[in-house]
């Protein structure tokens, strides 16, 4: 790069190129619907802490371990943050204790209308037989 003498200065002659990380990939359809589906169980900080504790674990020797920074861990047991998938599964392997589950997923289809009420359907075939057919 040429530069005038005033901004040479800012800078010096020797230059190593660095290439860019590429953007983290989006994930996929199938990761993004089973993290949407897992819940933390009741109590989950709880378990993390009495598990920790059963082992002998003191916070910063478990966060070491599962690659996460001691307040975040401590804000698991407090259970102000929920953690996601992948360091659940960490905390499963070391703890052995599950901290999420499988929401159950609620069924949205609709029911048949109970006896007696009208649909909108039942409604539109009244109207269709009131009407005369305008074509004969």
Same mark, same amino acid.
């Given at each position: ?12 002659? !020797?230059?190593?190129?660095? =290439?860019?990380?590429?953007?983290? /990939?989006?994930? /996929? ?16 900080? /709880?378990? $993390?802490?009495?598990?920790? !504790?059963?082992?002998?674990?003191? =916070? ?5 371990? +599962?690659? !996460? ?13 929920? =953690? ?6 960490? +905390?499963?392997? $070391?703890?052995?204790?599950? +901290?999420?589950?499988? !929401? ?27 009407? =005369?057919?305008?074509?004969?």
């Amino acid at each position: 790069m040429t530069v005038c003498e005033q901004c040479s200065r800012f800078g010096s002659e !020797e230059w190593t190129y660095r =290439p860019v990380a590429s953007p983290p /990939r989006p994930p /996929r359809r199938d990761e993004v619907e089973s993290a949407e589906s897992l819940t933390p169980v009741e109590g989950y900080g /709880r378990r $993390i802490r009495e598990a920790r !504790e059963k082992l002998g674990l003191d =916070p910063e020797k478990l966060g070491r371990a +599962i690659g !996460e920074k001691t307040s975040t861990l401590k804000r698991f047991e407090r259970e102000e943050l929920v =953690p996601d998938q992948a360091v659940a599964q960490k +905390i499963r392997r $070391i703890l052995k204790v599950d +901290i999420l589950t499988r !929401e159950s997923i609620k069924d949205t289809t609709a029911s048949p209308p109970a006896k007696g009420n009208p649909t909108i359907g039942d409604l539109m075939k009244l109207k269709e037989k009131k009407e =005369p057919d305008a074509t004969h």
